[in-house]
């Protein structure tokens, strides 16, 4: 079946300090979406890439989605105390099925 | 505002026990799903469900049974609780196929 791994599984930076993730499937994708989850929190929808070579921004987020579809990044640029939480990618495939990564967790120090 | 409930945030049930974990959302989605979140191993699908009385097997269906009735309610069961279904539980609804899911709160389970 469909996998979808990420890199890395943790992340330490210093507030101001730049921060990716990276997330790979296994097969070709139909479209990939992020999702952030605080501390004690739930999965909250970030964006969903659909073309590929697509690449979308959300104020300090840049999303990238691979141009053969089957790896995207996110890249937090001069992260923030509140950018802490854990950082998911899932991969649709034509099926619709949605596979979740094992997820990135970012910790940032003040 | 898609608003996804869960019936408990934390539950503690013994080894054998018939566990019912419910999720009710309210904004007439199709779809919906249920959740395992163990560390390190990210959301793995149980099951998930695209009509009333429909249901379809996630990754790792073992020991799980599913129920829905109703449109907006999908209920997980645990026919006989075991100490590795200690996890954190997830339902999440979505409003088709190719759309994004809503997630729940959360229940905190606890199998001792």
């Known amino acids: 079946g469909q996998q979808v791994m990420q890199i890395p599984q943790y992340q330490h930076v210093q507030e101001g300090e730049d921060f990716t993730t990276y997330c790979n499937s296994s097969?070709?994708?139909?479209?990939i979406q992020w999702y952030k989850q605080r501390p004690g929190g739930h999965p909250v929808f970030l964006i969903q890439l659909v073309k590929s070579g697509e690449v979308k921004k959300q104020k300090r987020l840049t999303f990238q989605f691979g141009e053969a579809k089957k790896n995207s990044s996110l890249h937090i640029t001069a992260t923030q105390t509140t950018d802490v939480g854990t950082y998911f990618c899932a991969g649709q495939d034509a099926g619709n099925m949605l596979t979740f990564g094992g997820g990135t967790r970012l910790m940032v120090k003040p | 505002d898609v608003k996804v409930t869960q019936s408990s945030r934390y539950l503690v049930k013994r080894t054998g026990e018939k566990v019912f974990l419910e999720c009710v959302q309210d904004m007439d989605h199709e779809n919906m799903f249920w959740y395992r979140q163990d560390p390190g191993l990210g959301l793995r699908l149980i099951y998930f469900?695209?009509?009333?009385?429909?249901?379809e097997k996630g990754d790792i269906p073992e020991g799980y049974s599913v129920s829905r009735e109703k449109k907006e309610r999908f209920s997980l069961i645990l026919e006989s609780a075991s100490t590795n279904q200690t996890s954190m539980y997830l339902c999440?609804?979505?409003?088709?196929?190719?759309?994004?899911?809503?997630f729940g709160p959360g229940t905190r389970l606890t199998v001792t």
């Open positions: 469900s695209y009509d009333v009385k429909m249901k």
């Open positions: 999440a609804s979505s409003r088709g196929g190719r759309f994004e899911q809503y």
């Open positions: 097969t070709t994708l139909s479209n």
